[in-house]
């Protein structure tokens, strides 16, 4: 499409099928419809430019629009475009037709994605005055205009508002806790959703001393991480790694299975009780690194004092 964009005056016609990978490419579309006519057997290469699609680049493009709109809604939505721009049903496109197709879809998928979202922060229970104030807030981190906040502007939104943390930590993991698609930073309704987690003390920002372990398996992916920060391991190490995956890791540091009945081992049945036991744990790591690095210290200088008498002898 993009080579097409070049030259206005190509003159092939495009099929139904490439108008799709188009769309796909576009990030207008979900990726799965295209699959389905894959799947079917019909797809064809373009025969225009050489239009070459990217599986890589285009699953990057659609993390967002294959939850904004189904394959179903966006044929329906395609359908009913495709009644004006071709009522013959020929399934042959200009470029011309194309661009119009594109900036239509374009907009349907925009109108879906406000829907949606408005949806979402109406689930959530803020009045119009806290969403008024919570989209200053928003629109005041997001100094470059991107639309998303960083891990660092989480951090400064915490302490602008005041909200009581008890570690350190605490900023990164709910970063990670609430960015969903993992698109490396929140939008506005993943914003919203750490802020109501806030007020209701849950996730990230439920007390240590309230909450209740049994196994590792069993626990939150914020707890699991705050718990992996008592041995001073950067929690990034787990970033995309799955629940289970973090839990057998953590179940390493502590000697234990991740099935191992809590609070039978570490004396108590909180969250507090097993942080201050990693803790523990971790001290007594680090002693046992320190001396072995000792001894590696003293093996290599007496080795060292050996050679030098041998070679003096």
């Given amino acids: 499409l993009h080579m097409m964009q070049d030259d206005e005056d190509c003159r092939a016609l495009i099929t139904y099928e490439q108008l799709v990978e188009m769309l796909v490419e576009g990030a207008v579309i979900p990726s799965e419809l295209l699959s389905i006519i894959q799947k079917s057997g019909q797809n064809q290469s373009s025969s225009c430019g050489g239009f070459e699609l990217h599986t890589s680049q285009r699953r990057r493009r659609l993390a967002g629009v294959d939850e904004i709109m189904s394959p179903t809604s966006a044929s329906i939505c395609l359908d009913h475009i495709l009644q004006g721009m071709d009522p013959e049903g020929r399934e042959l496109f200009k470029y011309p037709e194309v661009r119009i197709i594109l ?32 989209q200053a807030l928003f629109d005041t981190l997001d100094t470059r205009q991107h639309g998303f906040l960083t891990e660092a502007d989480i951090d400064l939104a915490l302490r602008l508002l005041d909200i009581p943390v008890q570690r350190e930590i605490l900023g990164r993991i709910a970063f990670r806790t609430f960015d969903w698609d993992g698109s490396g930073g929140l939008d506005f309704v993943e914003f919203l959703r750490m802020l109501k987690m806030v007020q209701t003390q849950d996730g990230p920002f439920k007390k240590t001393e309230l909450t209740s372990v049994n196994t590792l398996s069993d626990m939150e992916r914020c707890d699991l991480l705050l718990v992996i920060d008592s041995f001073k391991v950067p929690i990034s190490r787990f970033d995309g790694m799955p629940d289970e995956n973090i839990a057998n890791d953590l179940a390493e540091m502590l000697g234990i299975s991740k099935s191992s009945d809590l609070p039978r081992l570490i004396g108590g049945g909180t969250l507090k009780t097993l942080l201050k036991y990693a803790e523990g744990v971790g001290k007594l790591k680090g002693v046992d690194e320190k001396k072995g690095q000792r001894k590696t210290l003293d093996s290599d200088r007496c080795q060292s004092g050996m050679s030098r008498r041998v070679s003096v002898a």
């Fill in 103 to 134: 900036q239509r879809m374009r907009e349907a998928t925009r109108q879906k994605a406000h829907q949606k979202e408005a949806a979402q922060i109406e689930k959530l229970g803020f009045s119009a005055a806290e969403l008024e104030d919570m």
